[in-house]
């Protein structure tokens, strides 16, 4: 997993949607493990030797005890406890999610592309999807009580965070990769359009 998640970080930079050393990754491991990207490395020269293991209160633990992980960790474990099907999270601060957050209020809404199937669960291309789009706080602790109130609006394995970027998350990386290009591509058909 380590392997591949980073190999997928490095792609992800290069199309730009982790500039200037932002987002944050992290998995469950079979032993139940949580593995966190550390804060402030370059998303160009990730490798699977810049995770790092926390505790359930997004605490460095063992090799990586005083580390201190991204502020944004808090809200991956936000979705562990809320989502437990999720055991890979990937965040991105692509243009087009933000972009569509400055035209749109609490949900970004979309109907008519066949690429909605990227969802897990989306049979058609006809659903009207709704994805919530939750305010930024520079307090991740606010941020996460905004997620809690919002969580029945949370459907497709993902949302947006206003001015800020996207998190999604699947059940292994291929589907958590794919629920985040699904929403990438959304966001950027309808901007354009
Ligand atoms: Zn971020």
């Known amino acids: 997993m380590k392997t591949e998640l980073a190999q997928l970080i490095q792609a992800l930079n290069q199309r730009g949607w982790s500039p200037a050393t932002s987002t944050n990754y992290s998995f469950i ?31 460095g633990i063992g090799a990586f005890h005083g580390v201190k992980p991204s502020d944004e960790t808090k ?20 243009k087009y999610p933000v972009l569509i957050s ?60 206003a001015g800020h970027g996207t998190y999604a998350w699947g059940e292994n990386l291929f589907e958590a990769q794919r629920h985040l290009e699904t929403l990438d591509y959304l966001c950027e058909c309808e901007f354009l359009l």
Not at 32 to 55: L, Y
Not at 109 to 117: M, N
């Open 102 to 161: 400055q035209y749109n209020e609490h949900f970004f809404t979309v109907q008519g592309y066949e690429l909605q199937k990227g969802f897990k669960g989306c049979k058609s291309h006809l659903d009207t999807l709704n994805i919530p789009i939750v305010d930024n706080d520079q307090d991740i602790q606010i941020l996460c009580t905004g997620l809690t109130a919002r969580k029945s609006d949370i459907q497709h394995h993902c949302f947006i965070i």
């Open 29 to 59: 491991d079979e032993h139940q493990q949580c593995w966190v990207s550390r804060s402030g490395i370059n998303k160009a020269n990730f490798t699977e030797h810049d995770f790092m293991t926390i505790d359930q209160d997004g605490i």
């Open 75 to 94: 809200i991956h474990l936000w979705i562990y406890e809320n989502f437990p099907e999720a055991k890979v999270i990937l965040h991105s601060h692509s």
